[in-house]
T-cell receptor
Framework: DAGVIQSPRHEVTEMGQEVTLRCKPI?????LFWYRQTMMRGLELLIY????????DSGMPEDRFSAKMPNASFSTLKIQPSEPRDSAVYFC???????????FGSGTQLSVL | AQTVTQSQPEMSVQEAETVTLSCTYD???????LFWYKQPPSRQMILVIR??????QNATENRFSVNFQKAAKSFSLKISDSQLGDTAMYFC??????????????FGKGTLLTVNP
């Protein structure tokens, strides 16, 4: 298996622009997670899906952030409009079932200028 | 809410020696899982070891082992025969094992380990 695939690996954009991050989980995994990593706050869970349904989005910082999982093999995290404080590494992870380890993608390094 | 604390922001060890990274957590749950993840400079998050709270036996994976003290809510990672490739940020993480929908992974702030030649 190719593992969790995220794109793009790097994204540089200007403040106010829309940013879309993409994730393909490992086939057969039921759960998908979006994390954000910054120096100040470490790794924070933004949202997670179970069987394509959003279960907990309490970590989404504000309405500018939205996430979708239209099917079992694809998810997006969208920021509109983007702000410099959104600059971070965004990770997607998937897992097969409760209590099992999370498999992480390589992350997207987002820089908002 | 669950919290995970790693009190050592940075540590260093000489190649071939042993090092222990500390982690404490706070929870009122009785069924949960604990993990150590490694993040090398490549940025990839790699699972090092996993422990089920209901198991008394400490988990081991080759040169990596844990000291799980449930009553003290402590979960330290021991790396034996340290290698240069072990240089990375290490994160302790906690997951509730209720079997329902609330099984998100909560991370500590991390410990940066440097292995010196």
């Amino acid at each position: 298996d190719a593992g969790v695939i995220q794109s793009p690996r790097h994204e540089v954009t200007e403040m106010g622009q829309e940013v879309t991050l993409r994730c393909k989980p490992i086939s057969g995994h039921n759960s998908l997670f979006w994390y954000r990593q910054t120096m100040m706050r470490g790794l924070e869970l933004l949202i997670y899906f179970n069987n394509n349904v959003p279960i907990d989005d309490s970590g989404m910082p504000e309405d500018r952030f939205s996430a979708k999982m239209p099917n079992a093999s694809f998810s997006t995290l969208k920021i509109q409009p983007s702000e410099p404080r959104d600059s971070a590494v965004y990770f997607c992870a998937s897992s097969p079932w409760t209590g099992e380890k999370l498999f992480f993608g390589s992350g997207t390094q987002l820089s908002v200028l | 809410a669950q919290t995970v604390t790693q009190s050592q922001p940075e540590m260093s060890v000489q190649e071939a020696e042993t090092v222990t990274l500390s982690c404490t957590y706070d929870t009122s749950e009785s069924n949960y899982y604990l993990f150590w993840y490694k993040q090398p400079p490549s940025r990839q998050m790699i699972l090092v070891i996993r422990q089920e709270a209901y198991k008394q036996q400490n988990a081991t994976e080759n040169r990596f082992s844990v000291n799980f003290q449930k009553a003290a809510k402590s979960f330290s990672l021991k790396i034996s025969d340290s290698q240069l490739g072990d240089t990375a940020m290490y994160f302790c993480a906690f997951m509730i094992g209720s079997g329902g929908s609330n099984y998100k992974l909560t991370f500590g702030k991390g410990t940066l380990l440097t292995v010196n030649p």
